[in-house]
């Protein structure tokens, strides 16, 4: 057996796990190149894992198209979780729409409003949610497990493809020749919202498209960090302090 074999053979066994001790089961689905191997994975398997996307309402025509070209591959049905419009609208009077540029506390407002939200929507009631964070794309996500308990969510959070490299991600994806983002074409290694992602050069860090004004260790989008920050000061929404917590879904 090679080594991607093996691995492949432990996220199946990772997500029967989460099937198991964890039901009901879902994948949150960012529509990045990993994510798509663990779509292939999950739909080739046959498992009993549901699986969603957040459309912040900022994502790139590429990954929209993409979206669809899932929803025609693959048998799984891709739910889409759109922000609260009262939220963003109290976030867009306050900030401006591209406000996010201002601070790092006025981006991670944005994408509380954007992703963080509609994800808590998307995991109620589900014990558990699987990721295709892999333990190499940031120094924020050097001592995430493969399976631990989410605090701020109340479920479990699997990480099966923690420990795959980038080379393997590829390699599944043109062994199974597994759709894909247009956009990891033009050095886009990373993708999340248009305006908030750019293309980096070869041999980049990874994660330095994403946020490139910010300090690298800030770089999460408020689904997987782990301090509390205040957004929406004043906006007509109720201020809201927030634990961030665990995922990279945009
Ligand atoms: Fe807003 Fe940028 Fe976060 Fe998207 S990535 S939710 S546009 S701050």
Redesign the pocket.
């Known amino acids: 057996m090679s080594a991607l074999d093996q691995k492949i053979e432990q996220v199946r066994t990772v997500l029967s796990a989460a099937i198991r001790d964890f039901p009901p089961v879902v994948f949150a689905n960012s529509l990045g190149a990993e994510d798509m191997v663990l779509t292939d994975i999950i739909a080739r398997n046959h498992l009993d894992i549901g699986m969603f996307s957040l459309d912040?309402g900022?994502l790139p025509q590429e990954t929209y198209e993409l979206m669809q070209v899932v929803r025609n591959h693959y048998a799984i049905p891709l739910q889409v979780y759109f922000p609260d419009s009262a939220l963003v609208e109290a976030y867009v009077a306050q900030h401006g729409i591209n406000g996010?540029y201002n601070s790092v506390e006025n981006?991670k407002g944005?994408?509380f409003a954007?992703?963080v939200e509609p994800l808590r929507r998307a995991l109620a009631g589900k014990g558990a949610w699987i990721t295709g964070m892999r333990r190499d794309q940031a120094v924020t996500r050097g001592t995430l497990a493969v399976s631990a308990w989410d605090t701020d969510n109340g479920l479990q959070k699997f990480n099966p493809l923690l420990d795959w490299t980038n080379k393997d991600v590829w390699a599944y994806i043109r062994r199974h020749d597994v759709p894909y983002n247009k956009l990891h074409d033009q050095f886009y290694p990373s993708l999340?919202?248009a305006?908030?992602t750019r293309s980096v050069t070869p041999g980049e860090d990874i994660r330095s498209g994403r946020w490139w004004w910010e300090d690298p260790n800030s770089k999460e989008?408020g689904l997987h960090a782990s301090r509390v920050i205040q957004i929406a000061h004043g906006t007509g929404v109720s201020a809201q302090k927030f634990t961030e917590q665990s995922t990279e879904l945009?």
Do not use: M
């Open positions: 912040t900022r996010f981006r944005c994408c954007r992703k999340g919202c305006p908030c989008c945009v």
